[in-house]
């Protein structure tokens, strides 16, 4: 009797569960070199396992914990740590690893103001919430709204010119209403996307040139482009939207004052996000930027910015940002919101897979 055939390729439970984990997870030595780590540390430095493992932890988040004692347990609250968005702040949990000497396990917990916020990589939370209020919605209200309209127009005809006016009103009441519900209807469609190579400057030259139709001369957009990128695995309607709604969203966010929109892409080694079985990551190495240097959302709000009907504009509805997440989820990437640099700016970044070169 044969041995068992072994797939090599599926990773144990232990390392799913490591991979898994939000929290980034390092192993260093008794020199302060980086052994071993989890795919969050990868995210958070934007760079792949080969590169970060060698490394030691002060050229990788800017700390020596030569401070923190290496016998025990110990948590430092409000370090301050590097990352490519710049300074900030950050618990560290610091333990042994008794069977190595000397060796310590290092786990960062980033304040909730620093680092990426509400990376999204599925279907759960705000969107589900998204969808089944929408096709209630579109059940219980667009239908009746139609005849609500067909009795004004009727009304129209035969009221006194003096009542005319409220009967336009209920019309266009009635429009604003129904234009409402057909944007919540974008989450209701579940169809898979067909997905094919794109050219991903193409598509940001498309978008941006639609959405600077009325934007006032107080704003400017700028580009800072890697021409080298391979074409992205995408949806080119729906990327063109993605990107339309977060160049209006950042120009709403400059305010009459106006400032500067920046669009970035740039090809990121290491990110990548598990897959629905849990068997492996798919690499998502292409980032798409859309960087404003507006105030920002009000801190309350900043971790929900991706669920519906949350938004701090008096004539918001909160649903530009939630379809923009639902859409980039269809497409099998990542969307996330973070204030990054020196001055702080909005950052809104898409990551992305690379479409298969044909053999």
């Not at 996000?273 to 105030?295: F, Q, S």
């Not at 497409?331 to 950052?347: F, H, N």
């Amino acid at each position: 009797m044969g041995r068992p055939t072994i797939d090599r390729r599926k990773p144990t439970p232990l390392e799913e569960l490591l991979a898994a984990l939000p929290t980034p997870i390092l192993a260093i030595d008794g020199e302060g070199v980086i052994r071993e780590i989890n795919g969050a540390v990868e995210s958070i430095l934007n760079l792949s396992r080969t590169a970060i493992v060698g490394m030691t932890i002060f050229d990788a988040v800017g700390h020596t914990l030569d401070s923190l004692p290496t016998e025990t347990m110990v948590t430092a609250f409000d370090q301050e740590i590097v990352l490519p968005g710049g300074r900030q702040q950050a618990d560290l949990l610091v333990a042994p690893w008794p069977e190595r000497p000397g060796w310590r396990v290092v786990t960062l917990h980033l304040h909730p103001a620093a680092g990426p916020i509400a990376r999204r990589s599925g279907r759960d939370g705000g969107s589900r919430t998204a969808a089944g209020a929408a096709a209630m919605l579109a059940h219980e209200i667009k239908n009746p709204l139609s005849g609500i309209r067909g009795a004004a127009q009727l009304l129209e005809t035969s009221v006194d010119a003096d009542a005319r006016p409220l009967t336009r009103l209920i019309r266009d009441e009635v429009d604003r209403v129904a234009a409402l519900i057909d944007r919540m209807e974008n989450f209701t469609d579940t169809r898979p996307l067909e997905c094919e190579p794109q050219n991903i400057h193409a598509i940001l030259e498309h978008a941006r040139a639609v959405a600077v139709q009325g934007l006032p001369t107080t704003i400017q957009i700028r580009e800072v482009y890697d021409p080298s990128l391979p074409a992205v695995l995408g949806h080119r309607d729906s990327l063109v939207q993605v990107l339309i709604n977060l160049i209006k969203n950042a120009a709403e966010a400059l305010g009459p004052l106006g400032g500067t929109i920046t669009l970035t892409t740039a090809y990121r080694h290491g990110i990548r996000m598990l897959t629905d079985h849990g068997y492996g990551r798919r690499a998502l190495p292409i980032e798409v930027c859309v960087i404003d240097d507006g105030p920002g959302p009000p801190h309350d709000i900043a971790e929900h910015l991706f669920d519906p009907f949350v938004t701090s504009k008096p004539t918001g509805r909160g649903l530009g940002l939630a379809l923009v997440q639902k859409l980039i989820v269809d497409l099998g990437g990542m969307v996330e919101y973070a204030r990054e640099g020196r001055p702080e700016q909005t950052v809104f970044r898409l990551m992305l897979p690379v479409a298969e070169r044909k053999r």
